[in-house]
């Protein structure tokens, strides 16, 4: 069974850093899809950065030139540089894997907090 652990989370200050990181365990077939939403108290889950198939990396504009993207393949594991952080950054943060095993599977881990305070 797949499992996917985000870590990384807490409170910085507005124009801080921090860096996500989703490590996923379990045996999986071919990745089609890994990437980062978020979830604001209220608000739907919506994408923050996302790979498809290969290497092409997608941003919400929102996050374009602050937040970067990147997979270690050999760890299995996805994370998400986060730099220069806003105040509309505070959320929580998933990480969402879809791979090929026999049929499409959608993974989600359990989601870390990120709040951005002064």
């Known amino acids: 069974q797949v499992q996917l652990v985000e870590s990384g989370g807490g409170l910085v200050q507005p124009g801080g850093s921090l860096r996500l990181s989703c490590a996923a365990s379990g045996s999986m077939g071919r990745i089609t899809f890994m990437g980062w939403f978020r979830q604001a108290p209220g608000k739907q889950r919506d994408l923050v950065a996302g790979?498809?198939?290969?290497?092409?990396?997608t941003y919400a504009d929102s996050v374009k030139g602050r937040f970067t993207i990147s997979r270690d393949s050999a760890m299995n594991t996805l994370y998400l540089q986060m730099n220069n952080l806003k105040l509309e950054d505070t959320a929580v943060y998933y990480c969402k894997v879809v791979h090929l095993k026999w049929v499409l599977q959608t993974i989600w881990g359990q989601g870390t907090q990120v709040t951005v305070s002064s």
């Open positions: 790979i498809v198939s290969g290497d092409t990396t």
